[in-house]
């Protein structure tokens, strides 16, 4: 079983940076593939950005290309999520999430574990 939880959220203003924090618990953390998510009100859960099991590739959706980074420390058993450049349309919950296998994926149902979210809030 691996557990998830993220955190750094917090308001910042447009042009800001924030990093997420992903740390993920169970000992073979280090063969999945990881993704981040996020809501924003009223809106469905979209895809933003995902690392494969060996942190050799990484996909990232439009929207976050050029400003988001993921990363992972799997000695740490830790996922990052750099997000420079912060647009007001950035404001959402964003959640990690694991999957019991190595390929990065984007669609949300290939991901088996998921953590309670983080709001980042980004003012204009």
């Known amino acids: 079983q691996v557990q998830v939880v993220e955190s750094g959220g917090g308001l910042v203003q447009a042009g800001g940076s924030l990093r997420l924090s992903c740390a993920a618990s169970?000992?073979?953390?280090?063969?999945?593939?990881m993704g981040w998510f996020r809501q924003a009100p009223g809106k469905e859960r979209e895809f933003v950005a995902a690392i494969s099991w060996s942190g050799g590739t990484t996909v990232y959706a439009d929207s976050v290309k050029g400003r988001f980074t993921i990363s992972r420390d799997s000695a740490n058993n830790t996922v990052y999520l750099q997000m420079n450049s912060l647009k007001p349309e950035d404001t959402a919950v964003y959640y990690c999430?694991?999957?019991?296998?190595?390929?990065?994926?984007?669609?949300?149902?290939?991901?088996?574990?998921w953590g309670p979210g983080t709001r980042v809030t980004v003012s204009s």
């Open positions: 999430a694991a999957r019991r296998l190595q390929a990065a994926e984007v669609t949300p149902s290939k991901y088996n574990y």
């Open positions: 169970g000992p073979t953390f280090s063969n999945y593939a």
